[in-house]
C-alpha cells in the first residue's frame, strides 16, 4: 500500500496561535518539533498497517518546515514550493491507496476555528458545490478525481465536525478543542501522537480492506470563492475561465475536476498579491 501524507501545522496539536505558523517567530521552532512528532505518529500507523511507501508533503505556509532528519526514514518527504501545493506528488497515475492529513484546520469563515483558513487569508469563504468548505474538502476533491481517498484528518474539533459532513468515512483525530480563531486548549502531544498512530494504522487498514470512498463532486465540478476585498476579486477573476460574481465573488467551474481546482489555486495566488 502507497500512502500519501500531507502535513499542515496551523492543525497541530500546541499550535494554538497563528504567531508560532510564522518562521520568524521565537516559537516557531517549537512548533516545527510538534509538526515533527505527530508527522511520524502516522507514518509509525502506517507502517503498522504494512504500509510499503509513504511520501510525506510538506504544506504549510512555504513548505519547507519539516526537518528531514528527523523524519521517520521509512518515509520521503516532498518540500519547497510546488504549483500543486497540498496535493503535490499524489496524482492520478502514482498508485497511492489512500491519503493521510496531519494538522488540518476549519475553513476560512468559520465562528470558532483555531487559525481557521482557506490556502491564505484572501479567502473569507470558499464553497465547493454550494456547500462551505476548506482545505480538507478542495483537497478531498482532487485527490478524489485521482482516485485517493482520504482515510485520515487530524486537528481541532470544529475540524472534525466539518469533516464529518463532507468525508464520513474518515478517522477525525481531535487533538485540541477550539475556544476561537486565537486559541484552543490542546491534549498533550504524547496523547495527540498515540490518537494519531491509531487511527493512521486503521485509516491504512480500511484503505487496504477497500472500506473508503472517494469524494465526488460534479460534473460540473463548482469552486466559489468569496475574498475579503473587491479588489482581490478582480485579480482571482482575470484567470482564464473564471466568473466575477457579486461585490467580492469568484467562480470556478469545469467538467473536468483538475481544471477547477488549478482555477482555484491560481486565483488565490493572484489574489493573495495584491497589496493591504
Partial sequence: MRVY????????????????????????????????????AAIEGALAADADDILVNDSHGSMFNLLPDRINPAARVLQGQKAWSMVAGAGPDRGFGVALFVGYHARAGHARGTIAHTYSLAPVETRLDGRPTGEYGLNAMILGAWGIPVGMVTG???????????????????????????ASASVHPQVAGERIRAASERAVRAAGAGRLELLEVG???VIEVDYSRGAEADHAAIVPGAERFGDRGVRFASDDPQIAYRGFLAGNRLASAVDR
Fill in 219 to 221: 460534473p460540473p465540478v
Fill in 156 to 182: 481541532d474539533d470544529a475540524l472534525a465536525e466539518e469533516v464529518a459532513t463532507w468525508l464520513p468515512w474518515a478517522e477525525r483525530v481531535v487533538v485540541k478543542t477550539a475556544a476561537g480563531g486565537n
Fill in 5 to 40: 501524507v500531507s502535513v499542515d501545522m496551523e492543525g497541530i496539536a500546541g499550535v494554538n496561535h497563528p504567531g508560532p505558523t510564522s518562521s520568524g517567530h521565537a516559537r516557531y521552532p517549537a512548533a516545527v518539533d510538534l509538526m515533527i512528532a505527530e508527522t511520524n
